[in-house]
């Protein structure tokens, strides 16, 4: 079974940096594709940017240039590194798995980035 685990969210200053780390296990990291989401109140949850297992990036048009998604295949972890946060992109931010064949396997529980103004 899928196990997902984020951490790295915090409170953060407009313009900062936050790291988030998605960390597998249950299953090999380069046999499976990470999402990362972001669900703000009342809003609904959004992808933000995903990687799948053969290494192809998706990044939503809202943080391209500013967020990176990154995987460590020895770690089992993907990172999502997001620069110049702004305000409007605080959110619950999860990561989800999929197969090969596109289907979601677990979901994280999610964490907490909210960014001051």
């Known amino acids: 079974q899928v196990q997902l685990v984020e951490s790295g969210g915090g409170l953060v200053r407009a313009g900062g940096s936050l790291r988030l780390s998605c960390a597998a296990s249950?299953?090999?990291?380069?046999?499976?594709?990470i999402g990362w989401y972001r669900q703000a109140p009342g809003k609904q949850r959004e992808l933000v940017a995903s990687?799948?297992?053969?290494?192809?990036?998706y990044y939503a048009d809202s943080v391209k240039g500013r967020f990176t998604i990154s995987r460590d295949n020895a770690k089992n972890t993907v990172y999502l590194q997001m620069n110049n946060l702004k305000p409007e992109e605080t959110a619950v931010y999860s990561c989800?798995?999929?197969?090969?064949?596109?289907?979601?396997?677990?979901w994280g529980q999610g964490t907490q980035v909210t960014v001051s103004s």
């Open positions: 249950g299953i090999t990291l380069r046999l499976i594709g």
């Open positions: 989800n798995a999929r197969n090969s064949q596109e289907i979601i396997i677990g």
């Open positions: 990687i799948n297992n053969g290494g192809s990036i």
